[in-house]
Every structure is written in C-alpha cells, then in structure tokens.
T-cell receptor, first 113, second 113 residues
Framework: DAKTTQPPSMDCAEGRAANLPCNHS???????VYWYRQIHSQGPQYIIH???NNETNEMASLIITEDRKSSTLILPHATLRDTAVYYC??????????????FGQGTTLQVKP | DAGVIQSPRHEVTEMGQEVTLRCKPI?????LFWYRQTMMRGLELLIY????????DSGMPEDRFSAKMPNASFSTLKIQPSEPRDSAVYFC???????????FGQGTRLTVV
C-alpha cells in the first residue's frame, strides 16, 4: 500500500472550514483514498473515501487532484466536536479483495472557539 | 446491529500473566482486524482474518502474541506471558468484502504492571 504524508497538527477556528491536506505521490491505480478520524480514546471512525472524483457526504468533502498524488479533506463548518486526529490512508478496495488499513501518524486538528 | 463489541474494556494484569482480549465483529462481515495503539507507535495493525482464516500476521510483535477466530462471530487475541511494554489500547475492527468502511470497537485498555 502506498504511504501518505500529513502535517502533524493544524488549528481551525470554530465555524470555519478545516482543510486537511494529504500527499500520496506513490498511489497506484487501484488504490482509493480513505479518511478516518479518531476522537480521544475512541476507535477510529470512517469519514469518506474516493478514487479520482471529488466526493461529498454529510460529514465532509474530499478533493483529489487530477494526478491523484494529493488530496484534501474539507470539514465545511468545523465545530469543537471535530477536534480529533485525522488519518489519510490509501488502500486497495475492489470486489473480492479488501486491502488492509494501515494508519500513519495523522493530523491532530484542534478546533478553537 | 450493536457494532463491533470488545471485552473487557479495561484490563489490569501482572507481568507474566496470560491475557485474553475478545472481539465480536458485526454480523455478516468477513474481515476482522486487530490493532494496537500506543503513544510511541500509533495505530499498528497486528493481524487480520478473512473468513476466519488469518491472512497477514506480520504485525504480531512476537511469539507471545497469538490470535484466533474459531467462527465468524468471535475472535481472541492472547498474550502469554504479558509484559509491561504490552500496555496499550487494543482495537478490533470488521468490514465486509469490498466494503468501504471498517467499523472499530471501543477498544480494550490493557495495563500490565
């Protein structure tokens, strides 16, 4: 599985958009980009994933560059409850196979009032 | 579904004792993952199963660690003998084949004194 690079920490003002970057320059054609987050002491929680198109769900948006070498997770209106460690993971996912989730160090997002 | 269920939530044991952690995956999921989390090493994948068969145990730190999945609804992670450096939070997660979202349990916090 390809490796990812994320900044160790970021701050964001409550109510503003949080933009979390991730580099995955060695991503291969069958690897998806996944985002998980871990709120203190809890198990990681799935946020969103994508292959090459931008994706949006009720939690966040995922913007993937055209060359797929980097992506950005966007929390449109961050709240204090979004304070967590955010993990960007690349992983194979296709019918008949499920790649393992390998977590890096992630980005600690601190949302401030 | 109640989600992935782990037991116990907390375990304190003395060095040298055997420790058994338990996990019940979500019904219908055929992949099960065991992770260990420490401040120093982050989230490490220890082993994962597909259809009750271990697929990759390269993350198991040493022979003191063993994992089994006797049926689709139950898995154990055993440490014998335990050592203080095994103190960590152990997470179990499950997903379906081709599934995009892995669901994590609440973890077992193990303290070896």
């Amino acid at each position: 599985d390809a490796k990812t690079t994320q900044p160790p920490s970021m701050d964001c003002a409550e109510g503003r958009a949080a933009n979390l970057p991730c580099n995955h320059s060695t991503i291969s054609g069958n690897e998806y980009v996944y985002w998980y987050r871990q709120i203190h002491s809890q198990g990681p929680q799935y946020i969103i994933h994508g292959l090459k198109n931008n994706e949006t769900n009720e939690m966040a948006s995922l913007i993937i560059t055209e060359d797929r070498k980097s992506s950005t997770l966007i929390l449109p209106h961050a709240t204090l409850r979004d304070t967590a460690v955010y993990y960007c993971i690349v992983r194979v996912t296709y019918s008949g196979n499920t790649g393992k989730l390998i977590f890096g160090q992630g980005t600690t997002l601190q949302v401030k009032p | 579904d109640a989600g992935v269920i782990q037991s116990p939530r907390h375990e304190v044991t003395e060095m040298g004792q055997e420790v058994t952690l338990r996990c019940k995956p979500i019904s219908g999921h055929d992949y099960l993952f065991w992770y260990r989390q420490t401040m120093m090493r982050g989230l490490e994948l220890l082993i994962y199963f597909n259809n009750n068969v271990p697929i990759d145990d390269s993350g198991m730190p040493e022979d003191r660690f063993s994992a089994k999945m006797p049926n689709a609804s139950f898995s154990t992670l055993k440490i014998q003998p335990s050592e203080p450096r095994d103190s960590a939070v152990y997470f179990c997660a499950s997903t379906g084949t081709g599934g995009t979202e892995a669901f994590f349990g609440q973890g077992t916090r193990l303290t070896v004194v």
